[in-house]
């Protein structure tokens, strides 16, 4: 049995392993205090909670870049960087100078967003929504730039792992290379408990050898969540992630039990903002980041 194994890519499951749990919430702090309107587009992941938590898997937030690796897209040694200097800067002056990593800085003309970002060679660039420069440059990440299509038709410019073959998907070890419009990720196979195959016809797939399965719900056995996808059985250990450790109601879920991403919302507490990462209640003090104090969830 075999297929192509793409699912990874929209899972909380497949992370980074850049940033700590700290410096992942410190960072949507800043990210969400310096740069509302962008924030508020949803790159960095719907919420605060999300953000901090890893939910939004492409373009990975910072949360996404805690713990073990599944998916290597390209962008996570370029943002884990971003995010790594975010977390310690001193309030937004600083923080708009971590965005500006192969020269840019300071504001910029036409606000966009950042999926409306090109490139200019090898350096991924673009206007944030709230006028402020963004760049880096994928080559000294052993990447390129291009433009890729990793959610429905919409392009987005991006750091990549390289050129999608001529001769389409390929396995490098137990991953599988998926092409995304010229260029590729790599998707780990083992991940998902399935190994990567590459038949004399051509191409890659993600397969397992074995009796056939049934679609049906997800289920959990402990912390491992088992799943039937096109008709190939599948299992995700979810403790192996960087958040989401349990498996629950057939999905891997929040680590922690003090609260939910989903729903509930960030509050001040004195000088810090107060939120939900991996269930689990963090504080971020603004003061520790250069700002005077906390207000409607976010420093200023």
Same mark, same amino acid.
């Given at each position: ?83 790594? !200097? ?207 104090? !906390? ?6």
């Amino acid at each position: 049995m075999r297929r192509i194994a793409t699912a990874c890519l929209l899972l909380a499951s497949c992370s980074g392993g850049r940033l700590t749990s700290s410096q992942a919430a410190a960072a949507c702090v800043v990210l969400a205090s310096c740069f509302p309107h962008e924030f508020a587009a949803g790159y960095f992941g719907s919420s605060l909670a999300a953000c901090a938590s890893g939910v939004d898997q492409l373009p990975p937030s910072p949360g996404a870049l805690i713990g073990n690796q599944g998916i290597q897209t390209g962008l996570e040694g370029p943002l884990g960087d971003v995010y790594a !200097c975010l977390a310690k800067s001193s309030g937004c002056t600083a923080a708009a100078t971590c965005l500006g990593r192969a020269g840019a800085s300071g504001s910029c003309a036409s606000p966009s967003t950042l999926w409306d970002a090109g490139c200019a060679g090898t350096v991924l660039e673009g206007c944030l929504a709230d006028g402020v420069a963004f760049d880096v440059d994928c080559a000294k990440y052993g990447e390129g730039c291009r433009v890729d299509f990793p959610q429905s038709d919409r392009p987005l410019a991006m750091c990549d792992e390289g050129a999608c073959p001529a001769a389409g998907t390929q396995c490098e070890g137990s991953q599988e290379q998926v092409c995304l419009g010229p260029g590729v990720v790599l998707d780990d196979c083992a991940r998902v408990g399935l190994s990567c195959f590459a038949p004399p016809s051509g191409g890659a797939e993600c397969y397992v050898e074995g009796t056939p399965c049934s679609p049906g719900a997800a289920a959990c056995n402990g912390t491992t969540l088992l799943s039937c996808q096109g008709g190939v059985p599948e299992q995700f250990d979810c403790s192996q992630s960087g958040t989401f450790k349990r498996c629950s109601n057939g999905a891997c879920s929040e680590t922690g039990s003090q609260c939910t991403v989903a729903a509930d919302a960030p509050s001040c507490d004195g000088t810090k903002v107060k939120l939900c990462q991996d269930g689990n209640e963090v504080e971020v003090d603004c003061a520790g980041l250069g700002f005077s104090g !906390c207000q409607d969830a976010v420093c200023h």
